[in-house]
């Protein structure tokens, strides 16, 4: 199959899981910023986890299509329509040559701001250090190491064996809710004074209209207070890091951050909250909530058991006809059923 | 004997870990990291990510769904109580780096010069004169972190960082200095610019400047400063590496 850039939209990049394994040269991770969503578009349609996708931002591209295969559309509901007529996100549809995706943009209410256009096969471009993400800054991987311009044509790589049609149960997709970030305290956080600790933390922070791939900032009128100054000895800055430089707001550091840095760090985001994060549109209120790392390593696996969950919801046999939640005597079960004859 | 190893071992969320040996630049701080980073690349746990050494710390990036928290933990201790005195030793190679300092290049030369009360001239001779020692790339590709800076060139980050930075661009951040290697923002004191391409993919070696190369920055002006641009597209120019010690 062939994507064909009639109007690239406002941001449009390729994007996988990230380029790891690089940093030690200062070379950003980059990839999706909702990984979630990425990874769901992409076990829908049967490709590998890391296939990479379209990131999508505000207001989408226009796509055509050349040759058969499917695409799920995943993350933020841009309203999707296909030939002229709407499409629902985390749903697989068929697709065949000639066909034209556009996105009428930001819904309203808005339910978030990145989708992600996975086709079956993956967006086939070369891999750079392991990756297929674009990283803009150093020019780096996707399609030229660019954001996508019109007249762009992107193939995709071998068909996968997708099945039109398949679904992400809603239980079974990220959340997107706008409950407070939760955030696992240090590295630095003794560089804060205890005051400064409690006003992160009870703060209602504003999302800064200069966020972007590489951080979001945040507006307060209350400044938190370092012990002895924003610097450090530069050291690595994990995703979702919260530094706090000399100006007393947070920036969390997202996709494209930079592998170090020497502003103060009081807390990481937990990766979960760092997709959801990345929905959020500039002037939305934002809270954060302290959690251990044990516990953040706890939503981990909870994670891991829906990605596991909707791995056998697409592969399972036709004939269930339905799914449900049930609760008994406290613990939860995802029941299916089928029809027998 | 030797003297115990003081380390600290970080969350940095859920998904990696600092092990922090204590916030200096320093060549014996700096030797431990690259120890650690040695013995977990030589012998690596099922889990383990990806390893990112910084002047003081090794970032220890894992899969919590691979590795416990207390297996991991314990490891790094025991990983920190085996790491002997003997550091990496320090690199030979000298990279010797032309800078255009000051006016539209160098915007925050006044700045540096007003808080170290040197005049220019002063700022840009201790800057070049500096043994200044490349102990890790990162920020982007090929932003070299350089400790070494005479100490009365110490000046602080900007508050609000800016937004964009020209690529190449030289500078001052509190006690280190370093480069900007490609366009991006950030918070430390521009002083100067290279006139060639410190990350081009499309070269070998990708990053001019290299964790573990010495390197002497002299100052140039606008004539040199084009030549070398210039030179640098028709291949008259060379990157300038030289054996430490070697004769200038």
Redesign the interface.
């Known amino acids: 199959m062939k994507l064909i850039i009639e109007n690239p939209g406002s941001l449009t990049t390729v994007q996988d899981l990230g380029r790891w394994g690089s940093q030690a040269l200062g070379m950003p991770v980059s990839g999706a910023m909702d990984c979630g969503a990425l990874i769901r578009g992409n076990i829908l349609l049967n490709n590998p986890d890391n296939s990479a996708a379209l990131e999508i931002t505000m207001t989408g591209p226009a796509v055509k299509f050349s040759g058969e295969g499917a695409i799920a559309i995943t993350g933020a509901d841009l309203q999707p329509e296909l030939n002229g007529k709407k499409i629902e996100n985390w749903k697989v549809f068929e697709i065949k040559t000639g066909d034209i995706l556009t996105f009428k943009g930001i819904s309203n209410p808005p339910r978030g701001l990145r989708s992600y256009l996975c086709v079956s096969g993956g967006i086939d471009v070369p891999v750079i250090m392991g990756s297929r993400s674009t990283y803009i800054k150093a020019k780096t991987g996707g399609f030229k190491g660019r954001k996508l311009m019109k007249g762009d044509e992107l193939q995709t790589g071998p068909e996968s064996n997708y099945k039109a049609g398949k679904i992400c149960p809603e239980n079974l997709r990220p959340d997107y809710s706008n409950a407070p970030l939760r955030t696992i305290s240090g590295p630095q956080d003794d560089y804060i004074k205890p005051e400064g600790i409690k006003t992160f933390f009870e703060t209602e922070y504003k999302l800064s209209p200069s966020s972007d791939r590489m951080g979001s900032r945040f507006e307060s009128e209350i400044k938190i207070e370092h012990v002895k100054g924003a610097d450090i000895i530069s050291d690595a800055i994990p995703l979702g890091a919260v530094q706090i430089p000399g100006n007393g707001l947070p920036i969390v550091m997202m996709a494209d951050r930079q592998t170090t840095g020497g502003y103060v760090k009081i807390g990481v985001v937990h990766s979960l909250d760092i997709a959801r994060l990345s929905q959020f549109l500039p002037g939305s209120p934002v809270r954060f909530t302290k959690i251990t790392q044990e516990e953040g390593i706890e939503l981990s696996k909870l994670e891991a058991e829906k990605i596991k969950l909707l791995r056998n919801e697409v592969s399972k046999s036709e004939n269930i006809t339905g799914a449900m939640n049930i609760t008994v005597n406290g613990k939860k079960y995802y029941v299916t059923w089928g029809k027998i004859e | 004997m030797s003297e115990k190893i003081e380390a600290k071992i970080?969350?940095?969320?859920?998904?990696?870990m600092?092990v922090?040996f204590g916030?200096?630049?320093d060549m014996k701080i700096n030797g431990y990291v690259q120890a650690l980073k040695k013995a977990l690349s030589e012998n690596p746990f099922e889990g383990l990510?990806?390893?990112?050494?910084?002047?003081?710390?090794l970032?220890i990036?894992f899969d919590?769904?691979v590795i416990d928290?207390n297996a991991l933990r314990s490891r790094l201790y025991d990983e920190v109580e085996k790491l002997s005195e003997n550091t990496e030793k320090a690199g030979s190679i000298e990279i010797h780096v032309p800078v255009f300092f000051g006016g539209e290049f160098g915007p925050d030369l006044q700045d540096v010069c007003e808080h170290t009360k040197l005049s220019e001239d002063e700022v840009i001779n201790r800057y070049c004169n500096s043994e200044l020692y490349c102990f890790?790339?990162?920020?982007?590709?090929?932003?070299p972190?350089l400790g070494g800076m005479d100490k009365s060139l110490e000046t602080?980050?900007?508050?609000?960082?800016r937004?964009f930075i020209p690529s190449n661009s030289v500078a001052i951040?509190?006690?280190?200095a370093g480069a900007y290697?490609?366009?991006?923002?950030g918070?430390w004191r521009i002083i100067g610019r290279v006139p060639y391409d410190l990350?081009d993919?499309e070269r070998e070696p990708s990053?001019a400047i290299q964790?573990g190369m010495w390197v002497c920055f002299y100052p140039v002006d606008m004539k040199r400063y084009k030549e070398i641009e210039a030179g640098i597209k028709s291949g008259e120019y060379k990157i300038e590496y030289k054996q430490r010690g070697a004769e200038k």
């Open positions: 970080l969350p940095a969320g859920e998904t990696c600092f922090d916030e200096k630049i990510r990806e390893l990112v050494p910084t002047y003081r710390s970032s990036y919590p769904l928290l890790m790339n990162g920020f982007t590709p090929g932003f972190y602080p980050r900007l508050k609000n960082p937004e951040g509190g006690a280190q290697s490609i366009a991006s923002p918070g990350y993919p990053v964790a």
